[in-house]
């Protein structure tokens, strides 16, 4: 709707001021028919005055420029803007800007991506001090003014519909939202954020869920299903069993049921492994491997011990740093079994590419060496530039030692640990069967025929140096003939087990 502000009464005065729905412009608008007489500029300011109108600074130079134009009648506008108003500027609206990982909306975001795997994690999880999002608060906005000098309103911005519940809070500083705990991000329809601890998966770890990564304990409460991934930051508990999947856990990982991996996963621990039956699988531990019914044609390799006391190791590798216990060794079918105690198979992989490196510099040592014990022989003669290289080639020298010295000390201590955790002993309480092959430490014997137990197998000088014996039941010492092992660990594909976890802090 435009208003109109008429001078006077209707038809007396040669003008009119116009304002429109907005109030925002303000037009001076020559009315026809009427004369101008002697309309001036003082008689518009006037009208404009008794109206309470705003006046722009250029305001009388427009209707003055306007009033002459009409005089000479030279066709010029009939309607001209004199004053234009403030309009108000209105508040933004509280918004949120998600941390990449965090956003809900991520995976809309990629719906354009030329390739979209379905395995991704369709789970958050973030660490202690993680930022989640960023919280910006509604601003009021700025009220205007219009061309009668009335305030316009400023509509404020809408407040946030998000906000942190638990496991999470907000800087009111910064307004970052920081995780409090290692877990899981849930963001509810209301805007409830909460950060779990840990992750609890009720059901299957398949394509509901995607991989699994979670900085903190993993609990699932079903089955880890084929070429799925779980990596987990503490403990991995799965209640049902792992199939062609991918398990690693810095911690322990328990296994309900089986795992079953076949040459498509592994599971690998920080920590112990338990489970109720390994089949055709690659296990390794830094810990101890617990099995509690049966180890079939399985690759398992512990840090500690392997505990199979109630169960059965047959037609697999069995790698043990400290001793192996079970029931039954072996099969009636004699699939070929090689169980391995006192073992350090982790410390090759350690140690071998540290002493390669160290090789590598003492090779480099050896080349700048000689140059320097030239420069060394004739000092007193040597000018200050030949004096300042040799004090470079010095340092240089000294760098590399020092390199040297402290990857000698990782390997060290890699062996001190070995010899803390060595047991070359293995404790079989019902048989073990022909076509098990035992190795203690370097030795090895092939075992050809059933043997009862219960009995132990372990290393005894008898003169000629270490010697694998039995010890059984009843308290014979049977020698059995040992050769020496020549290291069959180079042809056996050995995991690359999960970091050992920082010291903690000292107090």
């Not at 856990?249 to 592994?266: E, M, P, Q, R, S």
């Not at 390994?278 to 019914?293: F, K, L, P, Y």
């Not at 140690?351 to 480099?364: F, G, S």
């Not at 022989?377 to 080639?393: D, F, G, I, M, N």
Request: charged share 25%; proline share 6%.
């Amino acid at each position: 709707m435009t208003h109109i502000l008429d001078a006077g009464a209707r038809g007396t005065q040669p003008f009119a001021l116009r304002a429109d729905d907005e109030r925002l412009n303000l037009n001076l608008e020559r009315v026809g028919g009427v004369p101008l007489g002697d309309l001036s500029l003082q008689t518009v300011l006037d009208e404009m005055k008794r109206r309470r109108c705003l006046m722009d600074p250029q305001t009388t130079e427009v209707i003055v420029r306007t009033i002459a134009a009409w005089r000479q009648g030279d066709g010029g506008p009939s309607e001209v803007l004199i004053v234009k108003g403030h309009p108000p500027v209105h508040g933004a609206d509280g918004r949120i800007d998600w941390s990449p990982q965090c956003d809900p909306d991520r995976r809309d975001a990629d719906a354009d991506a030329v390739q979209v795997s379905h395995y991704d994690s369709q789970l958050v999880t973030v660490r202690a001090g993680d930022v989640i999002a960023v919280l910006h608060a509604p601003t009021t906005g700025e009220p205007g003014v219009d061309v009668f000098g009335d305030e316009l309103p400023a509509r404020s911005g809408k407040p946030i519909g998000a906000r942190a519940v638990a496991g999470c809070h907000v800087d009111e500083t910064t307004g970052r939202m920081i995780a409090d705990v290692n877990g899981t991000l849930d963001i509810n329809r209301q805007g409830e954020i909460r950060v779990t601890e840990g992750l609890h998966i009720s059901g299957n770890v398949d394509f509901k869920t995607g991989h699994v990564r979670s900085p903190g304990i993993v609990q699932i409460d079903g089955n880890v299903v084929d070429l799925f991934h779980v990596d987990a930051g503490a403990d991995a508990v799965i209640r049902g069993d792992v199939h062609l999947a991918e398990i690693r856990a810095a911690g322990n990982v328990h296994v309900g049921g089986a795992i079953a991996t076949g040459d498509k996963g592994l599971c690998l621990a920080g920590g112990d492994v338990t489970a109720r039956m390994v089949e055709a699988s690659t296990v390794g531990a830094r810990g101890t491997i617990h099995v509690t019914r049966e180890a079939i044609s399985a690759s398992l390799f512990a840090g500690g011990a392997i505990d199979a006391a109630g169960g059965t190791l047959s037609g697999g590798v069995f790698v043990a740093r400290g001793g192996i216990v079970c029931k039954v060794l072996g099969s009636a079918g004699e699939a070929r079994t090689l169980a391995m105690a006192g073992v350090d198979w982790m410390i090759d992989r350690i140690t071998r590419p540290l002493l390669a490196e160290v090789e590598n510099i003492r090779a480099d040592l050896a080349k700048r060496q000689p140059a320097l014990d030239v420069l060394r022989a004739s000092l007193k003669r040597l000018t200050p530039a030949q004096r300042e290289q040799v004090v470079e080639l010095e340092f240089e020298a000294q760098t590399l030692q020092d390199e040297i010295d402290k990857r000698m000390a990782v390997v060290q201590a890699a062996r001190q640990d070995g010899e803390a955790h060595h047991l070359p002993q293995i404790s079989v309480a019902g048989e073990v069967h022909p076509g098990v092959e035992i190795r203690l430490a370097t030795r090895l014997t092939k075992n050809d025929k059933c043997i009862k137990g219960p009995i132990t197998f372990k290393l005894t000088d008898l003169g000629q140096g270490p010697q694998i014996v039995a010890h059984t039941a009843g308290g014979t010492i049977l020698p059995l003939k040992t050769g020496r092992a020549t290291d069959p660990l180079l042809k056996i594909d050995l995991p690359d087990l999960p970091p050992e976890p920082p010291e903690p802090p000292e107090a």
